[in-house]
């Protein structure tokens, strides 16, 4: 593509919706900017080989001085909707300051970088606005293709004729009758308002080879559908493929649409709703597919070979096709379900989410950000009661302050209402609900199977509201729920409540999102006693503002691990666990011999982290300590890292060899030799069942 290519386009573009193609602007860069950076280089540089510390800023002087100065970037054509005797396009000219239109400097796209300040001034009352349309209100289906179909549109102009406006468009629905642009003298005098002058525009760059065509923002999907059928025709007319840039149309439940975007680590999708099960089923098999044929996944490998996500949320959506059809809107306390559950049984909060969790996480719990919200709920709970007509705008305030996360920030939070029904604008009243703790999964069923259990939640609550008093869970939410025995055994109630109301889903099938989520680090069998380690939850919290590169920033404490400790066939009057010389507070599970208990441990120690003066715990040696000879019967060895030092500098490149590095990290042996004293007690009443080695 080049630069003559774009303006063609964008003449028989212009004759296509019977526009005056004289109205075409060329775009050039900024010639007095780039001269004046030129300017501030060292001497002995070349302008094309700048050797500027700025990578960027290099590329783009480089990239500026190769295709020089005067040459024309792209063309620029003003279009307006405007209504009257029906819908049609005009155009009109622009007056700028300098004799050529230049573009603000900068690597986006021309449709970004327009001079629009330099524009006439327009009276604040009298420019143009675009308003959203309520997403309530009724429309109509929307027009088939073929009434936007344009053929292309014979010449015809008008000796002598002028515009009798600048910018209109002349007839009725005919050619223009004049190609020329309107004289300099029509631009308006000093302190006049502009309120007839055009400030959108559409684009045509030639960049990399291809043709691109810079939407305009449009008022509603109809118009912008218009443009994109005369941007499809002309394209078809010139044989020239195109690529669609800019502006995206105005939201409108008659439009489906994707996005998949860049984000720090990981490729975000967005995916359009789904109207059924077997639809949803195959847009999540179409994005495992895709994503694996394009070498991305949704699981990696940690240094030390331990397995997990890819720190991405596998976040889902709840909603209708148009905000009327939104069960959460026709059923408010469909919300108030969700949320008192949700609080009632931790497991939904930590079995999917990512290794990212508490307070200062991405989706803190409503008794995670703050220890009086749950009041705050309560009262908030009442005025949802089933069965009671709700304002749909009344949902929103009644929780948009107290679904938030210690800031105050609304996104950040287990459920986010933004799009449920804000008044603020029309994108906030969408009707939707994002359930935001949910990890990318590894596999496609496994994603699948989270989006099962949803589905038979909101149906169980649409029968029998959830209507039960919220549990202050105080301590034992970071003490008793970071362990993978509780929350496995608070998630088994749930799907027992579902079976209760005949909804068809199996613990079973969770078993996978149970391994992943918590993976067995090993285990050892002496004298009757079974003895295993699992990995367990750990919050981290973000830490107070220091000075960083570029301004100030805040770490996230990541030095901690916590793992759980389970024995079965232990006699609690004569045996007990020691880790590192201290007992570890074993609880009865009731099942007869079987224990558990956490062991809470600094595994790493970076300069930035809570109480940086306390070291490394590792190695964590456990021993199965028998009172009656005072003398260990066995045990094992942790490290969190090689034990013999080894550093890895790379990932690990396959399953296989993440798996032998984590069975480097375990041994089998290594318990006490001897005698040994009797364990120490590091008792702690607001986390019983946590050994904190941080304490010792």
């Known amino acids: 593509a080049t630069e003559e290519l ?13 526009l005056d193609p004289g109205y075409l602007l060329p775009a050039f860069e900024d010639t007095w900017y780039y001269l004046w950076r030129e300017r501030r280089l060292p001497v002995n540089v070349d302008p094309a080989d700048s050797r500027l510390d700025d990578p960027l800023e290099r590329a783009r002087l480089a990239r500026i001085f190769e295709q020089g100065l005067e040459s024309v970037i792209g063309h620029v054509l003003p279009i307006q909707r405007v209504y009257g005797n029906g819908k049609r396009w005009r155009s009109g000219p622009w007056f700028v300051r300098p004799e050529k239109m230049y573009l603000t400097p900068g690597d986006s796209p021309i449709g970004f970088r327009l001079p629009l300040d330099s524009l006439p001034w327009t009276a604040p009352g009298e420019r143009a606005q675009f308003y959203d349309m309520d997403p309530t209100a009724p429309r109509e289906p929307l027009p088939p293709l073929d009434t936007m179909r344009r ?19 002349v007839g009725n629905g005919a050619p223009w009758s004049n190609l020329n642009p309107a004289p300099l003298d029509a631009m308006p005098g000093r302190g006049v308002s502009a309120n007839w002058l055009v400030r959108t525009a559409i684009a045509f760059e030639p960049r990399d080879g291809h043709l691109f065509v810079f939407m305009p923002p449009a008022e509603t999907a109809e118009d912008y559908l218009d443009l994109i059928a005369a941007v499809e025709d002309t394209a078809e007319e010139l044989d020239t493929p195109v690529f669609v840039e800019g502006y995206a149309p105005p939201g409108d439940p008659r439009l489906n649409s994707f996005s998949v975007t860049p984000d720090p680590g990981v490729i975000e999708v967005n995916i359009h709703p789904s109207m059924g099960w077997r639809e949803l089923v195959d ?26 996500g890819t720190g991405g949320g596998n976040h889902i959506v709840v909603g209708g096709a148009t905000p009327a059809d939104s069960p959460l809107l026709r059923r408010p306390d469909l919300l108030k379900s969700l949320i008192g559950y949700w609080h009632n049984h931790p497991s939904l909060s930590y079995l999917f989410s990512g290794l990212f969790i508490g307070p200062t996480s991405q989706h803190p719990r409503v008794d995670e950000a703050r220890n009086d919200q749950l009041f705050e709920l309560e009262i908030a709970f009442k005025q949802v009661a089933a069965g009671r007509e709700v304002q749909p705008w009344l949902v929103d305030r009644l929780f948009r302050n107290i679904l938030v996360d210690s800031t105050g920030n609304t996104h950040r939070s287990e459920f986010c209402i933004d799009k449920l029904y804000s008044p603020d604008s029309a994108t906030g009243r969408r009707g939707l609900l994002e359930l935001r703790a949910f990890e990318m999964p590894p596999h496609q069923r496994m994603s699948l199977a989270q989006q099962v259990l949803l589905r038979g939640l909101l149906a169980h609550f649409w029968d029998k509201p959830y209507d039960q008093a919220l549990t202050r869970w105080g301590t034992r939410l970071h003490d008793d729920f970071m362990l993978p025995h509780f929350v496995w055994q608070d998630f088994t109630d749930v799907v027992d409540d579902l079976k209760r109301d005949c909804v068809g889903v199996s613990a079973d099938w969770f078993l996978p999102h149970f391994e992943f989520r918590f993976p067995e680090i090993g285990g050892i069998a002496q004298r009757g006693i079974e003895l295993e380690l699992r990995h367990a939850l750990e919050p981290w919290h973000v830490l107070g503002e220091e000075a960083g590169g570029g301004g100030t920033a805040r770490y996230v404490d990541s030095s901690l691990e916590r793992l759980q400790v389970k024995a079965q066939g232990l006699n609690d009057a004569r045996h007990s666990i020691v880790c590192n010389g201290y007992a570890v507070p074993m609880r009865a599970t009731g099942v007869p011999g079987e224990f558990v208990a956490g062991v809470r441990f600094r595994a790493w120690q970076p300069p930035n982290a809570l109480h940086p003066t306390i070291g490394v715990h ?20 942790y490290h969190v890292s090689h034990p013999g030092g080894r550093n890895y500098d790379r990932f690990p490149v396959n399953a296989n060899e993440a798996e032998a590095r984590r ?34």
């Open 6 to 18: 774009a303006g063609r386009f964008g003449r028989a573009f212009a004759e296509r919706l019977q």
């Open 151 to 169: 053929g292309a549109t014979v010449m015809m102009q008008s000796i002598g004729a002028q515009p009798t406006r600048v910018g209109a468009v």
């Open 283 to 308: 847009k999540t098999e179409i994005i495992y597919e895709e994503a694996r044929a394009t070498r991305l996944g949704a699981q990696k490998f940690m240094l030390d070979g331990r397995h997990s």
């Open 618 to 637: 590792t190695p964590l040696v456990f021993d199965i300590h028998d009172a009656w000879s005072n003398r260990s019967i066995g045990g094992c060895t």
């Open 663 to 696: 069975r480097a990290r375990y041994a089998p042996m290594g318990h006490s030799q001897g005698d040994m004293k009797p364990p120490q007690h590091l008792d702690n009443p607001d986390h019983p069942l946590t050994l904190d080695l941080r304490r010792a």
